[in-house]
């Protein structure tokens, strides 16, 4: 399948922090699609993005398609406790088949 | 509404064991996936159906692994026998109906996935 690379693997945040992640792949992809799974459950879908250059926001994220179809990034502003988790990225680039990341973790810094 | 339901959400078992999972997806949803995602990694597709067909099992390591939908509702994903490497979390999701779902002249499915079934195979 298509490699997608999640940028960083692993980060911890304090509260109140701003936090970026980003995926790089190697193919173009005609949506990109922004999970978070909580320890135990499955991933839930945070953002979908459908054209290139689109830029969406729901509440504290926001996350872009790149303009050249072959990356997107996810902002998380001004951090809470229960934003921990592990975000993982995901291409589709028709129908249904979509292309994972291995995930960033996202932990509270003590 | 409720979501995509999986049962059980944990199972140890121990090597040449058989074992099963199963999912009963969101009311109305016709597509139904099983997923594979191993420790650190992201979910990869193992099986899809609409309604009762496997529309694409190409990724089902078919030795092993068998997938039911009789009745085009609930589903099941077998494993004989286990290996250790099977290890994982197996998730389900669903997606609407195709005529749902078209976006842009194309097909986009957002798939909502279950909790997932955690096996340790020892």
């Known amino acids: 399948g298509q490699q997608l690379n999640q940028s960083p693997q692993s980060m911890f945040i304090q509260e109140g922090e701003d936090v970026s992640m980003n995926c790089t792949s190697s193919s173009i992809f005609n949506t990109w699609l922004w999970y978070k799974q909580d320890p135990g459950e499955g991933p839930v879908l945070l953002i979908a993005?459908?054209?290139?250059?689109e830029l969406t926001s729901n509440g504290r994220l926001t996350a872009q398609f790149g303009i050249t179809r072959k990356d997107s990034f996810l902002n998380i502003s001004a951090s809470i406790p229960s934003d921990v988790g592990i975000y993982f990225c995901?291409?589709?680039?028709?129908?249904?088949?979509?292309?994972f990341g291995a995930g960033t973790t996202v932990t509270v810094r003590a | 509404e409720a979501g995509v339901v999986q049962s059980p959400r944990y199972k140890i078992i121990e090597k040449k064991q058989p074992v099963a999972f199963w999912c009963n997806p969101i009311s109305g949803h016709n597509t139904l996936y099983w997923y594979r995602q191993n420790l650190g990694q992201g979910p990869e597709l193992l099986i899809r159906y609409e309604n009762e067909e496997a529309v694409d099992d190409s990724q089902l390591p078919k030795d092993r692994f068998s997938a039911e939908r009789l009745k085009g509702v609930d589903s099941t994903l077998k494993i004989q026998p286990a290996e250790l490497g099977d290890s994982a979390v197996y998730l389900c999701a669903s997606s609407f109906p195709r005529t749902a779902r078209l976006l842009a002249g194309t097909y986009q499915e957002t798939q909502y996935f279950g909790p997932g079934t955690r096996l340790l195979v020892l």
């Open positions: 995901a291409g589709q680039l028709r129908d249904y088949k979509l292309s």
């Open positions: 993005l459908y054209k290139a250059g």
